[in-house]
């Protein structure tokens, strides 16, 4: 891919070394959602403390919401420290049913939550596929884990097997990324709180209240059903309301659009501006096969943590002056939120609507034929709030028998499961036609 290897590169210090065992690490955080937050263990305050982590503070968990909803303006370190929290409450909510979770498989879960999202790129899911081609957060979440896992010197080897779901006890990794994990009982209920959309609010704490573990599998009281439920009506139209609000996706797609032309513009030698992390990123075409040479990977994952939202926004205000049409167009319709329109539809536009639009927008922008996708776009969103496959979630009867929640609820949730797909054509506000 022509990545250099010979190159001065971000090298982050290991600050567990360099962290001194006078200072008290068993803090408490004042969350506006969850309380207050204990810090149970010297090493969770320590991978709070790294670069890699506070990196976090940095990232919206929301991505561009904010532009629809106001106060829709938290961050990863928050939904991180709210995970944290939620899964020592499940640890000690099986512990008091019986359920056998040694110390070191405590903190060993609590260590996956709480990076279960530190390979998140500027502005979350809006970025994943853009800067870094075809590598999903998770993966990148993974090679962080495990750089780090070796700056503390193998303390983070149980956490990676949890995350990896190569943990013998299950269900330790079913509480960091399963149908019903401590991250989605988090961001539900805190991305409702922000944004103010009252319908995503949930019952996590009796949720978790009403956990169990049967077979190695995470299982809930048939008491707590309509909480689960509840749950999963809360999740669909979270949804549809906030994460696939049409206006987000517009936003979004133009974000992506931004960065694909600067992209293109560098690699046709055109002088732009950037921090010089985000510009590495740029010149270089990263594949996913590239992080399976560990020389490349540190390189890349290294450029990477130097990345935030401010790096993308900075550049974008720049842009807007930037002598190409394309660039500077779109950096603008984001800078002053002047967005694009968005169509939602059941079925495929047709071809005649999209390049009547584009011709539209050949007029008005006076732009190449060739770039005119970069105004006139479609797509694709999915939404299923309810996944049923091999960890479905299970519900327990005082017979000690467990069905699916589906077979168990007596309100039918072949909605709620049921992928829903919905095509969308999105283009400036300028180019409506009649």
Known sequence: MGIPTKICYFRSVTYARMSKSSINKRKIINDPVLGFINLQ????????????????????????????????????????????????????????KGVEITSEEADAASVAILLHDIGHGPFSHALEYSLVKGIPHEKMSLLLIEQLNEEFEGKLQMAIRIFKNEYPKKFLHQLVAGQLDVDRLDYLRRDSFYSGVIEGTIGS???????????????????????VEKFLIARRLMYWQVYLHKTVIAAEHMLI??????????????????????????????????????QLSGIITNHFVQLDDS??????????????????????????????????????????????????????????????????FTGEITNSAYEPGEENILIAFQNNETCDLRDASDIDLGALSKKVKKHFLCYPKDLDIN
């Open 311 to 376: 790096d993308i926004l900075s550049s974008i205000k720049i842009w807007c002056q930037h002598p190409d049409a394309v660039l500077s167009i779109l950096s603008q319709s984001i800078i002053h939120r002047r967005l694009f329109r968005i169509i939602l539809s059941e079925k495929p536009f047709p071809a005649p609507q999209i390049e009547k639009l584009k011709q539209a927008a050949r007029l008005v922008y006076s732009v190449d034929e060739r770039d005119l996708d970069y105004f006139v």
């Open 205 to 227: 704490d009796r949720i978790i209240k009403m956990m169990h573990i049967k077979d190695d599998h995470l299982v809930v009281d048939k008491k707590g059903i309509y909480s």
């Open 41 to 96: 263990s010297d090493l969770i305050f320590d991978l709070i403390e790294h670069p890699f982590f506070q990196r976090l503070r940095r990232i919206r968990q929301l991505g561009l919401s904010n532009l629809v909803y106001p106060g829709a303006n938290h961050t990863r370190f928050e939904h991180a420290l709210g995970s944290l929290h939620l899964m020592r409450t499940a640890i000690d909510a099986l512990r008091n």
């Open 257 to 294: 659009h931004i960065l694909k032309r600067a992209k293109e513009l560098v690699h046709q030698g055109e002088e732009l501006f950037a921090p010089p992390a985000l510009l590495w990123l740029l010149k270089n075409t990263i594949e996913p096969g590239d992080l399976a040479n560990r």
